[in-house]
């Protein structure tokens, strides 16, 4: 079975900062696929990032990018000229390729807390 | 204009009472997801439905029902309620049921006392 772990429980960077959270996973697919969602606290989820497995190229969406290391197994986030609406619990998750259930697994998440 | 709205938004009740947790989406996405968190913040899937049929049902207790009359709507219900069930209960839904990005509510905070 698959597994997604976050080794960090809270991160703390300072505004403008830039920060990394770490995720590794356990997998025996080749094939699949990686998020990152946030969680602030209205609660709603919103999905962040995602990378495709057979990508090598990383992906990246405005402040947010990742270190996708398939080999290694590792997916982290990183958040750069961090803002205080980035203040969040955020989640790895994984989703087999055959993703025909549409089936993610969670990682425990961090929480990201922005000093001004 | 909600993409994917939950009622109600918080639900205490006592134990061994039933109750129901609507959900409905106005995407067009024809899947649609219930999730479990718990109170240390960990997210699990417990059902996924297609186009009105289950394709994914965790392990979980058989006192948990979810229905889906169509494609926009996804309850859950829950018979005799039990202490570990307080959690916030999220629904998803997405276009197909692939990799594709899932849109979820706001979540509905259960408490059972």
């Known amino acids: 079975a698959q597994t997604v772990t976050q080794s960090q429980p809270e991160m703390s960077v300072q505004e403008a900062e830039t920060v990394t959270l770490s995720c590794t996973y356990d997998?025996?697919?080749?094939?699949?696929?990686l998020f990152w969602y946030k969680q602030p606290p209205s609660r709603q989820m919103i999905l962040v990032i995602r990378q495709e497995a057979y990508k090598q190229q990383n992906a990246t969406e405005n402040r947010f990018s990742v270190n996708f290391q398939k080999a290694a197994k590792s997916f982290s986030l990183k958040i750069s000229d961090s803002q205080l609406g980035d203040a969040a619990m955020y989640f790895c998750a994984y989703m087999n390729y055959g993703g025909s259930q549409g089936n993610l697994i969670f990682g425990k998440g961090t929480k990201l807390s922005v000093k001004p | 204009d909600t993409a994917v709205s939950q009622t109600p938004k918080y639900l205490v009740t006592q134990m061994g009472n039933d109750k129901s947790i609507k959900c409905e989406q106005n995407l067009g996405h024809d899947t649609m997801y219930w999730y479990k968190q718990d109170s240390k913040k960990f997210l699990k899937i417990m059902f996924s439905y297609n186009n009105k049929e289950l394709i994914i049902n965790e392990t979980v207790p058989n006192r948990f029902s979810p229905k889906s009359p169509d494609k926009a709507h996804l309850n859950l219900h829950i018979n005799s309620l039990e202490l570990g069930d307080s959690a916030v209960y999220f629904c998803a839904s997405s276009h197909g049921t692939g990799p594709h990005e899932q849109y979820f509510g706001p979540g509905t905070r259960l408490t059972v006392t």
């Open positions: 997998t025996s697919e080749s094939d699949y696929y």
